[in-house]
């Protein structure tokens, strides 16, 4: 299986070079192209098609909203990861609904970096089977648009761990009344950590999501039962409403 390609369109050289480097020591990905300027950076993805975009937002000729928006459009389909220093929930709820598939502030860890798209490239198979079943838009994206709006940030590592949860739940609902002896390992193992450090960081997403008061809207996009103050679901619970939730619109 050869690498994955991945085209850079960053703020600077330096940043571009810097990137490069740490890709270069990969087996599992291979730069295949660069630009600082949105707009050229557009065309050269299109001819080129590969399979990651890691882009800025603020660059010389489009920005990083328009080059999404450009590809998205397009006849390419790349994994788009955001790779910036604006971190604004706004922006990250922004880029997100456009479509890309994951969001990093810098300075960024690039061991953290490569490991989602890991992620990101295990997960690809399954994707256009879920697109025929969720109405164009597949199951990832889908919960990912769910926790945006419900304030689980992407850059924090109880997202991924939730997502992944999610749609165990969603193949298999009745691993939900074994989280802790099946969902937690079967997490733990994909993500290479243990059942406890998800239990953990699943808790802490959902913690962040209340914390933020955006309880109104949790219980709007969930619609199954309310809760008030400071209740909180249980990681259980919560997965279980966000799978029940996609298991119905797929219905």
């Known amino acids: 299986m050869g690498k994955k390609t991945v085209y850079l369109v960053q703020d600077t050289k330096e940043s571009i070079d810097k990137l490069k ?22 065309v050269e993805i299109k001819r080129l098609d590969p399979d990651f975009v890691i882009t800025d937002l603020v660059l010389s000729g489009s920005d990083g909203i328009e080059v999404i928006e450009k590809l998205k459009e397009s006849v390419v389909s790349p994994k788009i990861v955001v790779l910036t220093a604006f971190s604004s929930e706004e922006i990250i709820s922004r880029v997100m609904s456009l479509g890309a598939n994951y969001f990093m502030a ?4 690039f061991s953290l970096l490569k490991e989602r798209m890991e992620d990101l490239t295990l997960s690809k198979p399954k994707a ?10 597949s199951l990832e994206e889908k919960i990912s648009n769910i926790f945006i709006n ?3 940030p992407p850059h924090i590592k109880g997202y991924s761990f939730l997502r992944e ?15 802790t002896k ?16 998800v239990e953990r960081a699943i808790r802490h997403a959902i913690e962040v999501a209340w914390n933020r008061g955006r309880i109104e809207s949790i219980n709007t996009i969930l619609g199954v ?21 996609m298991l119905l619109e797929r219905a």
């Not at 810098?106 to 860890?109: E, F, H, Q, R, W």
């Not at 949860?165 to 989280?179: L, R, S, Y």
Request: aromatic letters at 10%; hydrophobic letters at 35%.
């Open 150 to 152: 419900v304030g689980i």
């Open 182 to 197: 099946k969902l937690y390992p079967k997490i733990g193992k994909k993500f290479s950590t243990t059942a406890s450090k």
């Open 128 to 137: 256009k089977e879920e697109e025929k079943r969720f109405g164009g838009i």
């Open 165 to 179: 949860g999610v749609k165990m739940a969603v193949e298999t609902p009745d691993i939900i009344n074994n989280i």
């Open 225 to 245: 039962r309310a809760y008030v103050g400071a209740e909180k679901p249980t990681n259980g619970e919560f997965i279980a409403l966000v799978a029940d939730k």
């Open 106 to 109: 810098k300075p960024y860890n």
């Open 21 to 42: 480097e740490n890709f270069s020591k990969t087996e599992e990905f291979e730069v295949v192209g660069s630009n600082t300027d949105g707009a050229f950076a557009v």
